[in-house]
């Protein structure tokens, strides 16, 4: 059955680009392929976006990244395709109103629908806002998947074993601020989605299990890496991204997804250096070579269950700031990173 996307706007004018007709079907694009979720009859790749500038208003950040969805896909339109299954856009949620909390709760329906029907999922943001609409979708996919498993379950069975989601997030910032209280307490931001996952997480009596990849530590005050500390975070600040050291990243990020069941991979553009990223909401001097994130995205790809199938289930990108790029510079790396996660999702 056809995913129900009633809660997005599914726009297909910016799937457009090459064609190389004397090809034939080997000189396909990306542009050809895509198909609107309305046509999602066999399973593949969901890809979902989040228009949305309030999270990174809220943290005093610099707005732009509505605009990022679209941009990509601009970007992914004209790539070559490579891929083995369909895969699908699922239209844009737009956040026009204010309204986060109810942005990122039609964002969680969507992911949550687009897995039950065993579809992968990509999400645009947005500022990083978008991870804890991406997270709820995933939370509540896993509750369902557990309450159904609960149904046909009976005292010839194992005790239910509690989920373990391994959040990856490849960012300069820890992103783990409590809810301000300046906003009464209860609103989130670009800087709270971890935050609000840990709650989650401790509201349904799972472990957290969180590592964030590359965090600078000029950016994130002592208090960040103290609850961060006593969240049992595992981080690997980016000076420590090096060639001499990948071996041991690579190692720390395997023992970390070798503890959990699932995966959700998120990227933070502002993860890379502003020579290659300009166009993000808080530019980085330093961040994570790109072959360097490259190399440690494999043991992410790699990871299989006890059924052998892929852990990683969701994956989404955020801060790409248009407002701010260069010549597309950063919304090309962006559609390079998603070309890259539909190839190693299946």
């Not at 339109?77 to 737009?94: F, T, V």
């Not at 950016?219 to 090096?242: M, P, R």
């Not at 970390?256 to 166009?279: N, Q």
């Not at 360097?292 to 059924?307: M, R, S, T, Y």
């Amino acid at each position: 059955m056809p995913i129900d996307m009633r809660t997005a706007v599914i726009d297909m004018s910016p799937w457009q680009g090459r064609n190389d007709a004397e090809d034939g079907d080997r000189g396909l694009r990306w542009h050809h392929q895509v198909q609107p979720a309305d046509n999602a009859n066999d399973e593949g790749i969901m890809l979902l976006g989040f228009a949305c500038d309030e999270g990174v208003s809220r943290n005093k950040g610099r707005t732009g990244a509505y605009d990022a969805p679209v941009v990509i896909r601009k970007a992914l339109a004209n790539l070559a395709w490579h891929h083995k299954e369909p895969i699908y856009d699922g239209g844009d949620i737009h956040c026009d109103d204010g309204n986060l909390e109810q942005a990122q709760l039609r964002l969680a329906n969507d992911v949550s629908q687009a897995l039950r029907q065993k579809h992968k999922v990509i999400v645009f943001g947005g500022g990083h806002e978008v991870a804890w609409g991406t997270f709820q979708g995933l939370g509540r996919y896993i509750q369902q998947k557990q309450t159904q498993q609960h149904e046909i379950s009976s005292s010839d069975y194992p005790p239910q074993h509690v989920p373990r989601i391994g959040i990856i997030n490849f960012d300069a910032h820890f992103d783990l601020r409590s809810l301000p209280a300046a906003l009464g307490g209860n609103l989130g931001s670009s800087g709270t989605p971890f935050h609000q996952a840990a709650r989650f997480c401790e509201l349904q009596s799972w472990p957290f299990h969180y590592a964030c990849i590359g965090v600078n530590q000029a950016s994130n005050t002592q208090a960040l890496f103290d609850k961060a500390d006593e969240l049992g975070v595992t981080y690997i600040e980016d000076h420590n991204l090096n060639y001499f050291e990948l071996k041991q990243g690579i190692e720390i990020l395997q023992g970390f997804i070798a503890e959990c069941d699932y995966l959700y991979l998120t990227i933070d553009m502002d993860a890379f250096p502003a020579s290659v990223a300009p166009g993000v909401s808080a530019p980085a001097a330093r961040g994570i070579p790109l072959d360097i994130f490259e190399a440690l995205l494999q043991p992410i790809f790699a990871a299989k269950n006890a059924q052998h199938e892929n852990k990683l289930l969701v994956a989404d990108i955020a801060e790409l700031n248009p407002r701010f790029d260069i010549d597309n510079q950063t919304a090309r790396l962006a559609a390079r990173l998603t070309w890259l996660i539909a190839q190693s999702i299946r």
